[in-house]
């Protein structure tokens, strides 16, 4: 991505929200800001993500929806969030700039070393819960929280699109890494053989499409005890193009 390009796009759009709130809204003023925001919406998206802030209409209707303060306080036709939505683009602008003079820095947690890293401290961030992971959704929840705090933007499975003709959807999305995170579980009935098959038929859907994910990191948690040598089980994912890194974790207890 061009920072620079995007953070003089970004400008230009603070510019036209300045103008907004110093009163000179007209139709040509809220084109520009729709067209302006089109151009710009994956990068908002990027650095804030989606949410759900809800705009009363008028008349008594459900509230309209929209994914960010930005488009709820200058798309929707009404100025409560206006404030928020300045604010939110003000951050973005921030962070775009840092990124822009610092096209050489990567912080080491927002690298691909750092999220090997962070995932390899599970069973540390494990060692006080009661009960430990028992499923594959408790592994996912401790992984959002470990990986939530690095990211401002983490996808999950219900969040992230569908990846090839049988709609594959992986369990974790780092937008600004192009990485997609699959997690899984081992118990006592899995078969290690048929699950090291699941994972390699998942690859191929998951980076088809490069300009979105190109980049797969496996992380498996071994509750049964079954990856007693996982070394081979380790290479043989590892061997195939696009996956970064393969994590088995023994089973805590």
Known sequence: MDYDKK????????????QCNEGGNNSELQRQIATKYGELEDIIEQFVGRSEIQVPKRGGAPPAIYPNFI???YLSGRTMHQYDGYNQLLKIIGKVKR????????????????????????????????????????VQD????????????LDREDTLPKFGVKGYRPDF?????YTLIEVKFVGEKSDV??????????ITPYLS??????????????????????????????SIDGVVDVIVVPGIG
């Open 193 to 202: 053989g048929s699950l090291q098959e699941e994972i390699i038929a998942d």
């Open 209 to 238: 499409n490069p300009s979105s994910y190109s980049s797969l990191i496996i992380f498996v948690y071994d509750k049964a005890h079954k990856l007693r040598d996982p070394h081979k089980f380790i290479d043989d994912i590892k």
């Open 142 to 153: 401790i992984i959002w929280i470990m990986l939530r705090s690095h990211f401002d933007r």
């Open 7 to 18: 953070l003089k796009s970004l400008e230009e759009f603070r510019e036209l929200l300045d």
């Open 99 to 138: 990124i822009s003079e610092n096209p050489n820095i990567i912080r080491d947690e927002q690298s691909l070393s750092g999220v090997v890293r962070v995932l390899n401290r599970f069973r540390e961030c494990c060692q006080y819960l009661t009960p430990t992971p028992t499923k594959e959704a408790d």
């Open 71 to 73: 488009e709820a306080g």
């Open 173 to 177: 999305g780092i937008p600004e890494l």
